[in-house]
């Protein structure tokens, strides 16, 4: 904190025996530098802490000190794919951050923790058109953040290119969202698994 710092990750206050223990002083003074504090949250942590309740964040705690919370889980290292993140934002509201608070720490707090206040984050004339649409309302569930309908960046619909060497794949009759790319990764790691050591 004293080196001016404006973003923490993990913020997993670990003691000299190894373990996490909130501090509350380290926390207000968290709150009052401004500080935004990512937990990592994963979306494996509720089984995690399930195991061993030492491994439950601090994010509810933060919170409650006045911290400000974004959202993020660690993407791209083992078990935690960059599509999990949905899963991520579940676990955030599992370990007691008010759902409001989680599609804040998604979206303009993540934006301004970013250095992209004034330039997107909310949805509203001037700034950048960065949404996604959903076909449910993520207020009254997060899971309806599974179900991805459309990708808006810079106010053009975003469609991923088409990968030169690979068959274009036909329209499924189903709409194919996250958690069923989700399914198929862990499907494909339960194989990679089986592999023989070769």
Same mark, same amino acid.
């Given at each position: 904190?004293?080196?001016?710092?404006?973003?923490?990750?993990?913020?997993?206050?670990? /003691?000299?025996?190894?373990?996490?223990?909130?501090?509350?002083?380290?926390?207000?003074?968290?709150?009052?530098?401004?500080?935004?504090?990512?937990? *990592?949250?994963?979306?494996?942590?509720?089984?995690?802490?399930?195991?061993?309740?030492?491994?439950?964040?601090?994010?509810?705690?933060?919170?409650?000190?006045?911290?400000?919370?974004?959202?993020?889980?660690?993407?791209?290292?083992?078990?935690?794919?960059?599509?999990?993140?949905?899963?991520?934002?579940?676990?955030?509201?599992?370990?007691?951050?008010?759902?409001?608070?989680?599609?804040?720490?998604? *979206?303009?707090?993540?934006?301004?923790?970013?250095?992209?206040?004034?330039? *997107?984050?909310?949805?509203?004339?001037?700034?950048?058109?960065?949404?996604?649409?959903?076909?449910?309302?993520?207020?009254?569930?997060?899971?309806?953040?599974?179900?991805?309908?459309?990708?808006?960046?810079?106010?053009?619909?975003?469609?991923?290119?088409?990968?030169?060497?690979?068959?274009?794949?036909?329209?499924?009759?189903?709409?194919?969202?996250? /958690?069923? *790319?989700?399914?198929?990764?862990?499907?494909?790691?339960?194989?990679?698994?089986?592999?023989?050591?070769?």
């Amino acid at each position: 904190m004293r080196a001016g710092v404006d973003y923490i990750a993990h913020a997993s206050f670990v /003691s000299a025996a190894g373990r996490s223990e909130f501090d509350p002083y380290l926390a207000d003074e968290m709150s009052r530098a401004g500080v935004y504090v990512d937990c *990592t949250i994963v979306a494996d942590l509720p089984g995690i802490i399930a195991a061993d309740p030492a491994f439950a964040p601090p994010a509810r705690q933060l919170w409650e000190h006045g911290v400000r919370i974004v959202a993020g889980h660690d993407a791209g290292i083992p078990a935690s794919p960059q599509r999990a993140y949905v899963g991520g934002l579940q676990a955030l509201e599992s370990v007691g951050l008010p759902r409001t608070e989680v599609l804040l720490a998604a *979206t303009s707090r993540a934006a301004a923790a970013i250095g992209c206040a004034g330039v *997107t984050g909310v949805l509203t004339p001037g700034f950048e058109a960065d949404l996604i649409a959903v076909a449910g309302d993520p207020r009254q569930g997060l899971a309806a953040l599974h179900d991805l309908r459309l990708v808006v960046v810079r106010g053009r619909e975003f469609r991923p290119d088409r990968v030169e060497g690979l068959a274009a794949s036909e329209t499924p009759a189903e709409a194919v969202g996250p /958690s069923a *790319t989700l399914a198929e990764w862990r499907e494909r790691s339960a194989r990679a698994a089986r592999h023989p050591e070769v």
